[in-house]
């Protein structure tokens, strides 16, 4: 006669398939995750062509909205004379060697307001000034 108790068998969780499975689900929402650049200024963008591009950690980003407010890194400025323009660029930039300056202009926006940043930039002696633009599809 066997008066022992009997043992019962410790229940184990195999819980490698569930690791899986959540490492899975990971990468799966890291792939299709979209991530989008938005801005609170309201700018239309001219359309251009696709064309490489430099990458650059030294950027200005400068908008110009449809009214002719300038913003220079999402900081509106006071108002659009010459002056207000180059000094702010050159708060902006200093300690930068070399900046790159990406103008975000609407394609609704005076010339003359445009003109204005790049002469700015031109009395600052900056020399890598791009704009921003949609890509279009050529057909």
């Known amino acids: 006669m066997n008066f ?3 043992r019962k068998d410790d229940l184990e969780i195999n819980i490698t398939p569930l690791v899986d499975v959540v490492f899975l689900l990971l990468i799966f929402f890291m ?3 979209t991530f ?3 801005s609170e200024i309201n700018i239309s ?4 062509s696709k064309a490489m591009r430099e990458v650059n950690t030294d950027i200005v980003n400068i ?3 449809n009214k002719g407010e300038i ?5 509106p400025l006071v ?3 010459l002056a207000t323009v180059r000094e702010a660029l050159a708060r902006k930039i200093e300690g930068i060697h070399e900046p790159a300056i990406i103008i975000n202009a609407d394609q609704n926006t005076t010339h003359q307001t445009v003109v ?3 002469d700015a930039a031109r009395q600052l002696a900056l020399s890598k000034i791009t704009f921003a633009t949609l890509v279009i599809d050529e057909e």
């Open 4 to 6: 022992k108790p009997d």
């Open 31 to 33: 792939v299709s995750t």
């Open 71 to 75: 913003f220079i890194d999402d900081v």
């Open 36 to 38: 989008e650049r938005k």
């Open 45 to 48: 963008l001219p359309r251009a």
């Open 116 to 118: 204005k940043i790049l």
């Open 79 to 81: 108002n659009s004379q």
């Open 63 to 65: 908008s110009v909205d």
